[in-house]
């Protein structure tokens, strides 16, 4: 779209603000209000200046001045505000040489698609994540140097079948593992599910479906596939229409991975294939319908596993979920039945149908670098044709020990997941997709959760060691 029909649309639709939005490192949606009236044709084409110091992650303050450059390919009105607002996602340039910064999630996102292209291997990467989320009533935590906890409370929770309400406690809700799917008044979020997708509609998304997930208080939305960066725009979006929705039902809604113990965590299965013009180019004659390309691919994202875990598992919590016994893909094997793999086939009765889904990632973290960092390593398989062994379609849970020990597994920790990123990056650097100054800064800045974590007494750790 061009600025000159941006405007015409802001007119028509009597747009009072622009809310110019951009993601930081990481991964939360961030954003700069302008007044419909300072916004013109010049605007939207140069972008505006804006500090971005106080942005973890990004420039110190003597080299802080950045562009937000609209990108006017899509247009979002805002459902949730009280004055007509336009929503336009940016991408991050350097002030000085007007050149996309390199530490910006989204051109990142954008460099990967262009690199694809390069390769001559196809021209168009399809992603389909499926975020799961927990909606709770209540949420409190405290991190003093003398007290720390948290609390969590859902009407849904299992350990509220005993509680008293003032209206009475009507005994329907799911048990440990048992949200997948009976139908209402077990599945309380109905209605506020049927809200969420339709908020998915109303920016655009194109919706699928919406159910309940298999612990209690977790659910999840249906979103059809898209381009990577399109792809990630939606996953913010999505998270967006998620949280503001479940205000206004007065709940709070998280994508923290495993925020419940004892219980599934939420993870973010993500499709994917790579197409070229009009050929889907995972389909062939190999196991599970795929392609030797196919196959290369998966090769790659299991070799690089462990430097992708550092942006598709982002957070100290992510290796909470990511352990046997809750449906979590641990090992980083390949199957076409098999949901407890890290890399499954999903059956498809049509060609264009053919992909594979990448089970680790949850959505906690940046969906521009994880997608990113997913092609990346998908097409150094492709390239380097990895073989990713045989494919695995035993129950991985039921496995004698003996032969489990063999299978190699995601990162245990973000710890871990940041000292593989750093040795392994090079796959990242190909087409200069990453730089290393992106990446030094990326680590810097996850050290420093992992740190805070690090160095901060568990409760956990009173009852095992107070009187020791």
Known sequence: MSASKVIKLMKEKEVE?????????????????????????KMLNEGV?????????????????????????????DPFTSHSTLVLFVDVLDAVNKTPY???????????????????????????????????????????????????????????TGKKYESGNMGHRPGIKGGYFPVPPVDAAQDMRSEFLKALRDMGIKAEKHHHEVAPSQHELGMYFDTLTT???????????????AHSFGKTATFMPKPVKGDNGSGMHTHQSIWKGDTPLFAGDKYAGLSNTALYYIGGILK??????????STTNSYKRLIPGFEAPVLLVYSARNRSATCR?????????????????????????TFAAMLMAG????????????????????????????IPTVCGSLREAMECLDRDRD??????????????AYIALKFEEIHKLEHTPHPIEFEMYYSC
């Open 17 to 41: 603000y622009v809310d110019l939005r951009f993601t930081d490192p990481k991964g939360k949606l961030q954003h700069l209000t302008m007044d419909g009236k300072m916004v013109d044709e």
């Open 49 to 77: 200046f804006f500090d971005g110091s106080s942005i973890a992650g990004w420039k110190s303050i003597h080299e802080s001045d950045m562009l937000l450059k609209p990108d006017l390919e899509r247009t979002i009105i």
């Open 102 to 160: 390199e530490r910006d999630p989204r051109s990142t996102a954008k460099k990967a698609e262009t690199y694809l292209n390069k390769t001559n291997i196809g021209n168009k990467a399809y992603f389909g994540p499926e975020p799961e989320f927990f909606v709770f009533d209540d949420v409190r935590y405290k991190n003093d140097m003398n007290e720390t906890s948290f609390t969590i409370d859902s009407s849904e929770g299992p350990y509220n």
């Open 231 to 245: 792809q990630a725009d939606n996953v913010q979006l999505y998270k967006y229409g998620v949280q503001m929705v």
């Open 304 to 313: 690089h596993a462990k430097a992708v875990n550092a942006f598709s598992n």
């Open 345 to 369: 086939i999903p059956i498809s009765h049509n060609k264009k149908g053919s992909r594979v889904e990448v089970r680790y990632p949850d959505g906690a973290g940046n969906p521009y670098l």
């Open 379 to 406: 097409l150094d398989g492709i390239k380097n044709k990895i073989d990713p062994g045989k494919p695995l379609d035993d129950d991985l849970y039921a496995l004698p020990e003996n032969k489990v020990k063999k």
């Open 427 to 440: 796959f990242l650097k190909q087409g200069s997709v990453f730089t290393d100054d992106q990446i030094d």
